[in-house]
C-alpha cells in the first residue's frame, strides 16, 4: 500500500510541475481528483505495530516521537506522499496548506478583477480570433484556422511525414498532422507531429522570428489536436520518432481542428507490447521501479476504437486488410472473374442451421413477412452461373448468429467468395484458391514490410510458411491418421472416427503436425464427410460417405470451406429434405437448377480471420474494424 501511496504521490507532483510549466496542460479539477485519489490510498495504510523495544537501546525521546507519531491512530503522509514523522512537521505541513488556500483564493480574486498574467496568456490562445487563410499567408504565424469550409485556394503542397528525411535539408514544406506530444520549457519548445504511424520532431526556439508567445501557443496544444506546420527540414539525430535523421524548425503553427483534453486511451499506453508491459509490472513487483505501464484492455480499445486505430499497429492492420481485398480482387479479375453484389436480407437461411439472424421485413405494413440476414452469398454465387457469367467473386458482409465468445468469432464478418463453372473436377476451383492465396501472401510480403515491421513491433510474429507453387493437399482421412498416430482423441476419451469433425483444438494440433512434417502453415483437407456438409455439396462418387469438399488452413485454423455443388434438381430437393431444409423456401434457388445447369464449385474466405492468421495475432477483433460479436452492437 505505501508503494501505491508513494506511486500517486509521484503522479500529483508530476500533474503540479506540468501545469506550473504549461497552465493549459492539466484543469484543477483534474488535480484535485489525484489528490482526493492519494489522500483515498493514505487513509487505508494500517497503522504501523508496536514493538516494545530492549531496554539496553533506549531511543532518544524525538526518536520515540518520529517512530510513534500518528493522527487519530494512522500514519499522515504529505501531497507528495512522504510520511510526517513529527507534531513539528505536522504543524508546518498544516501551516503551508493553509497558506497554499489562501494563496489560492488571492490569485482567483485576482484574476477574477484583474486577470493573472500568466493565465491570462492562455485565455488570450483559447480566445484569440481565427485567423483566415484563404489564399497568401497570413500576417500571424499562429493561431487558430478559421473553420475549413472548401473556401480556400492556398496553392500549398502538403507533404506525407514518412516521405520527408535528411535528403530534404534545407527545403520548405507543409504538413497536416495530429500533435502526439509536446514540450516546452523556457524559450523552446519540441513538438512529436505525427500522421498516421509516421512521426517527426519539430522544434521552436525564440528568436526575432520566433516570439516567445508562439512558443507558449505551441506548448499550450492539447494532444491530439491536428495542425498545419510549415518549416524548414534540418538534418537532426532524433532517436525517439519514425524520421530519425532530421526535424522541422517550425516556421508557421495553426490549428486545423483542436482536440479535447482528457483522451480516453493514451497513444503511447496502448502501443506497447505486451513483453514491455510484463516486464513492467515484473519489476514494479521486485520493488525496482514505483509503478508499471498502463495496460489498455479490448473493451477500452473497442469502445474508442476511432482513437484506438490511431495506434501505428492497429492502423497498420487495417492497411494489411485492404491489401488482401485489393490482391483477391485483382487476382480473380485477372482470371476472367466478375465482381458481383448480392442481397444480404433474404427470405430463408442460405446456409441451413440455426445460426441465423431472423427479422421481419416491412414489419407493420401489409408487406410484412419473415426475412434474415444472409450467412453467405452461395445461393445467389451459384444462381450467378446458372446465369452464365461463369466465374464471380463477390467482397461483402456475412451474418452468422453464433453464440460463441472467443477470439476467432464474429457475428458479422468480410467475406471473400467466389464461385466458378468447372470443367471435370473440383480441383480447379482449389487450383484457382492456390493461386489467389499466394497472390495476397506474396503481395503483402513484397509490398507491404513497412506495415509489417510496424505491427511485428508490437505483436512479433513469425513470417507465415507457404509454397510459392503448389501448397500441401491432404486427404481428410490422411489428417485423422496423424491425428491418431499423435495420440489425439476426442474430449470423452475415444478415438477418432474417419467420419467425425475434428474440434478446433483438434485441427490446430493437426496444423502443428502439418507444419513440422511438411514446413508449411498452410494446407488443403480434402474430402470431408458428408455428414457434416451443407445441402448444396456435391457426395464423393467413390464412396457417398464423403464429399467433393474441402477446407484451407493457415496456421492451423480453417479459413475457407468450399466444394464442387449439386448442380442436378432431383439430388439437391433430396438433399435439401435430408439435411432438414425446405425446398419451398428456396424456391427461387432451386428453380434455378431446372432449365441446364453448369458443374460448378467454389469457396469463401473470411477476412478478419486471413489477417489475424497472417500476422500471428490472438484475437480476431483486433482485425476488424468495428467488429460484432454475441456482446457488442457498438460502436
Not at 194 to 218: C, H, V, W, Y
Not at 432 to 437: L, S
Not at 483 to 499: F, Q
Request: aromatic letters at 8%; a neutral charge.
Amino acid at each position: 500500500m505505501e508503494a501505491a501511496v508513494k506511486q500517486q504521490g509521484e503522479k500529483v507532483r508530476s500533474i503540479k510541475e506540468e501545469m506550473k510549466a504549461n497552465p493549459g496542460s492539466h484543469s484543477k479539477e483534474e488535480l484535485d481528483a489525484e489528490v482526493a485519489k492519494l489522500m483515498e490510498l493514505k487513509s487505508k495504510l494500517p497503522a504501523p505495530a508496536k514493538t516494545e523495544k530492549p531496554k539496553e537501546a533506549k531511543a532518544k525521546p524525538e526518536q520515540e516521537e518520529a517512530a510513534e507519531f500518528l493522527v487519530d491512530g494512522k500514519p499522515v503522509f504529505d501531497d507528495d506522499g512522504n510520511r510526517i514523522t513529527s507534531k513539528g512537521a505536522y504543524k508546518k505541513y498544516l501551516t503551508k496548506k493553509e497558506k497554499d488556500a489562501k494563496r489560492a483564493e488571492y490569485k482567483a480574486a485576482e484574476k477574477k478583477d484583474t486577470g493573472n498574467a500568466a493565465t491570462a496568456e492562455v485565455e488570450d490562445f483559447s480566445k484569440m480570433e481565427p485567423i483566415s487563410f484563404l489564399k497568401d499567408e497570413p500576417e500571424k504565424k499562429y493561431g487558430y484556422l478559421m473553420r475549413t469550409m472548401s473556401d480556400q485556394n492556398t496553392g500549398r503542397s502538403f507533404v506525407h511525414v514518412s516521405n520527408l528525411s535528411a535528403k530534404h535539408e534545407g527545403k520548405e514544406v507543409w504538413v497536416r498532422c495530429r500533435v502526439h506530444n509536446t514540450r516546452a520549457k523556457g524559450n523552446n519548445c519540441f513538438l512529436v507531429l505525427r500522421q498516421s504511424g509516421s512521426t517527426l520532431q519539430g522544434a521552436l526556439f525564440k528568436n526575432d522570428e520566433t516570439p516567445k508567445e508562439m512558443i507558449k501557443f505551441a506548448g499550450s496544444l492539447a494532444k491530439e489536436t491536428v495542425v498545419d506546420v510549415k518549416g524548414l527540414i534540418v538534418k537532426a539525430d532524433v532517436k525517439s520518432c519514425t524520421q530519425t535523421d532530421c526535424e522541422l524548425s517550425v516556421q508557421r503553427l495553426y490549428v486545423v481542428a483542436k482536440a479535447e483534453v482528457g483522451l480516453p486511451l493514451q497513444i503511447d499506453d496502448a502501443s506497447r507490447s505486451e513483453a514491455e508491459i510484463a516486464e513492467s509490472e515484473r519489476k514494479l513487483a521486485a520493488g525496482e521501479v514505483d509503478g508499471a505501464y498502463v495496460r489498455v484492455g479490448t473493451d477500452t480499445r473497442l469502445d474508442n476504437r476511432v482513437i484506438d486505430m490511431r495506434v501505428p499497429a492497429q492502423n497498420a492492420i487495417f492497411r494489411i486488410s485492404s491489401a488482401v481485398c485489393h490482391y483477391f480482387r485483382t487476382a480473380l479479375l485477372e482470371k476472367g472473374f466478375v465482381e458481383i453484389h448480392t442481397p444480404k436480407i433474404i427470405a430463408g437461411a442460405s446456409e441451413g442451421g440455426a445460426e441465423v439472424f431472423r427479422l421481419k421485413y416491412m414489419e407493420n405494413t401489409r408487406f410484412e413477412q419473415p426475412g434474415c440476414l444472409a450467412q453467405s452469398p452461395q445461393l445467389y454465387k451459384q444462381m450467378c452461373i446458372m446465369g452464365d457469367l461463369e466465374r464471380v467473386f463477390e467482397v461483402g458482409p456475412v451474418f452468422r448468429a453464433e453464440n460463441s465468445h472467443t477470439g476467432r468469432h464474429l457475428t458479422e464478418f468480410t467475406g471473400l467468395d467466389f464461385e466458378m463453372e468447372i470443367k471435370e473436377s473440383y480441383r480447379e476451383a482449389l487450383e484457382v484458391t492456390d493461386e489467389f492465396m499466394v497472390k495476397i501472401f506474396e503481395g503483402i510480403r513484397k509490398n507491404f514490410q513497412h506495415e509489417l515491421k510496424i505491427i511485428s513491433q508490437q505483436y512479433p510474429f513469425e513470417p507465415m510458411a507457404y509454397n510459392v507453387g503448389p501448397n500441401l493437399r491432404l486427404m481428410y482421412p490422411e489428417g485423422i491418421a496423424m491425428l491418431r498416430e499423435a495420440g489425439v482423441k476426442n474430449e470423452d476419451g475415444s478415438e477418432l472416427s474417419d467420419l467425425q469433425d475434428i474440434s478446433t483444438q483438434q485441427e490446430r494440433k493437426l496444423g502443428e503436425l502439418v507444419r513440422n512434417k511438411y514446413g508449411t502453415d498452410f494446407y488443403v483437407l480434402e474430402k470431408f464427410p458428408m455428414e457434416v456438409r451443407p445441402f448444396y455439396t456435391m457426395p464423393c462418387k467413390d464412396d457417398p460417405r464423403y464429399s467433393n469438399s474441402y477446407d484451407v488452413f493457415m496456421r492451423g485454423q480453417e479459413i475457407m470451406s468450399g466444394a464442387q455443388r449439386v448442380h442436378d434438381v432431383d439430388l439437391l430437393v433430396e438433399q435439401c429434405k435430408a439435411k432438414g431444409v425446405d425446398p419451398a423456401q428456396l424456391k427461387h434457388y432451386v428453380d434455378a437448377f431446372r432449365f441446364g445447369a453448369f458443374p460448378h464449385a467454389g469457396g469463401g474466405i473470411g477476412l478478419e480471420r486471413v489477417v489475424m492468421l497472417y500476422l500471428g495475432l490472438d484475437n480476431v477483433r483486433k482485425t476488424s474494424l468495428f467488429p460484432r460479436d454475441p456482446t457488442r452492437l457498438t460502436p
